[in-house]
């Protein structure tokens, strides 16, 4: 069997004002998605996610050229072999950087729903686990800044659903921060798990304002607060609060995870199929953490191909932690590009799809249907 064609479709819709979220990155104003396609001389297609990187244009293009014409004519079963092939000649020496790792993760991801449709196997089977109940938190965009009474209409129905766990957006001014969180612990009390995501929003005087306020009230991680390269900050903020340091959804291949592994200071690991390398590399990733005894709480990106992709790999490691489920109030690429990608359970878990490979239907009309707009998805 042998790659035979690459394909990779740009996506966007725009979201109407009552849709948009703020959050520490800006205010979104549309969501973009690169989609990726790898067909077989055994017809035989495989579906995977690149991340966008805030230029879907260019990630897409990259992937329907230069990383086309490097696995064209490969084994698509020898996912490794592949993934070294664009390591080697475009990732590792003056080769776009992430957006080269972004593009080869699309490319490995349906490489894998292509293994695991010729095996007959759900993804989670073939990488070593089995269909099982996986913890989710109510995340994607959403939950944002925006007036305490809306903040808490809009979690209501995904407790009511079954959420035993939320990630509420800061990286606002620190009192209106710690304000929403004491509001949301207040109003759904001790047995929520909320967790903070600052979307590298704040400095190192935020942390220390909300240090203390954040350990009262039981957050359990608090993500990203800086940039992914600010090395320094991170060590300096963990001393300044006993609050978890999240990070890793904007490190690229485990190579940038050693780093924030050896370094000891962010202890929640956060990797994004469709940033860091595709399963290959997550695997990879997660196999380091676990000889760390550090737990992986994947990063889910735009579509349902990766949310898919991520509760299998979740399903198959022995430190997985929680998937993020996408709670954004209209996601078309969760509910009408693809077929469902999970489901809550009444007890706030997941599962793995049960169809070999990723098992979810991509509709290609809908990629059709909607064609890449260009221009900024925050604003």
């Not at 993804?123 to 913890?135: A, D, E, K, V, Y």
């Not at 990629?367 to 998805?377: K, N, T």
Request: some cysteine; hydrophobic content about 45%; aromatic content about 6%.
């Amino acid at each position: 069997m042998t790659i035979v064609e690459v394909e990779a479709f740009g996506t966007t819709f725009e979201l109407a004002p009552h849709e948009r979220v703020s959050l520490g990155v800006g205010t979104a104003v549309k969501r973009d998605a690169v989609v990726v396609k790898v067909v077989t001389d055994s017809g035989l297609v495989g579906w995977g996610e690149a991340h966008h990187g805030r230029a879907p244009g260019a990630v897409a293009h990259l992937v329907r050229t230069t990383i086309r014409d490097l696995v064209l004519g490969l084994d698509p079963l020898d996912v490794v072999g592949v993934w070294q092939t664009v390591y080697r000649r475009q990732l590792a020496s003056h080769g776009m950087g992430a957006a080269a790792v972004m593009a080869l993760s699309g490319v490995d991801t349906a490489l894998w729903d292509i293994r695991g449709k010729a095996a007959g196997m759900p993804l989670c089977t073939l990488l070593g686990g089995r269909p099982r109940s996986i913890p989710a938190y109510a995340g994607g965009i959403a939950f944002g800044f925006q007036p305490v009474d809306d903040l808490l209409a809009e979690i209501e129905p995904h407790r009511r659903a079954g959420f035993l766990a939320l990630k509420l957006r800061v990286g606002d001014a620190a009192a209106a921060d710690v304000a929403r969180v004491a509001a949301v612990r207040s109003a759904f009390g001790d047995d929520l798990v909320l967790l903070t995501d600052a979307n590298t929003g704040y400095d190192l005087d935020d942390v220390r304002a909300v240090a203390r306020p954040f350990e009262e009230l039981r957050v359990g991680w608090l993500e990203e607060p800086f940039p992914a390269h600010d090395h320094r900050s991170y060590a300096r903020a963990a001393a300044l609060t006993s609050v978890p340091l999240a990070a890793g959804e904007n490190h690229y291949t485990r190579f940038e995870f050693h780093r924030l592994v050896e370094d000891g200071v962010v202890s929640i690991l956060q990797p994004d199929l469709s940033k860091a390398g595709g399963v290959t590399e997550v695997m990879r990733i997660a196999a380091m953490a676990s000889a760390w005894k550090l737990p992986v709480h994947p990063h889910t990106s735009m579509t349902g191909i990766n949310m898919a992709a991520t509760i299998h790999l979740l399903a198959a490691v022995d430190n997985g932690g929680y998937f993020e489920a996408d709670v954004s109030r209209r996601n078309r690429f969760r509910d009408e590009l693809v077929s469902t990608p999970y489901q809550l359970a009444a007890d706030g878990t997941v599962s793995p799809l049960t169809a070999p490979g990723l098992g979810v239907e991509v509709d290609e009309d809908f990629l059709r249907a909607h064609p890449l707009v260009d221009g900024p998805s925050y604003v």
